[in-house]
């Protein structure tokens, strides 16, 4: 009887620390960000990694915020980047993924 109850009580945790990975993904996801960024591959876009690599030490998640609500260009190469509407991913949103990519 303990033992199925430590078992669930495990199982409950492992959910737990899986959730807290995944927000990110969801909202990346949600964000339609994947269609073009990875975390350490270059796609269509740069890799999370080499934003995070060029901006590094700089206070710029509000800046690059707009700059993903707003599209960009430019910066990394000639491909621009689409602009991302609010009604796929809010401000609170966009800035949790941001300040998370730049945390790489
Ligand atoms: C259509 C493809 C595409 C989509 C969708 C896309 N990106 Fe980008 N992203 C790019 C490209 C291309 C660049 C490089 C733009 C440049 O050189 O200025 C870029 C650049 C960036 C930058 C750096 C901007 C700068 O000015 O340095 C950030 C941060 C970023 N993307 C985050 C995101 C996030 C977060 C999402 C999802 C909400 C997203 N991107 C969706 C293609 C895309």
């Known amino acids: ?6 078992l ?9 620390a899986c959730a807290l990975a995944g927000p990110l993904e969801d909202l990346m ?7 073009c960024h990875a ?10 990694k080499d934003i995070a690599a060029k901006y590094k030490g700089q206070d710029v998640a509000a800046k690059l915020a707009e700059k993903v609500r707003k599209g960009s260009s430019g910066v ?3 491909v621009p980047m689409t602009p991302t509407p609010v009604t796929r ?16």
């Open 1 to 6: 009887m303990n033992v199925t109850k430590h």
């Open 76 to 78: 990394f190469g000639t």
């Open 29 to 35: 996801l949600k964000g339609g960000c994947v269609a």
């Open 39 to 48: 975390t350490d591959k270059k796609m269509v876009g740069p890799s999370y």
């Open 89 to 104: 991913l809010n401000d609170a949103d966009l800035k949790t993924v941001v300040e998370a990519i730049l945390k790489l």
């Open 8 to 16: 669930l009580h495990a199982t409950l945790l492992l959910g737990t």
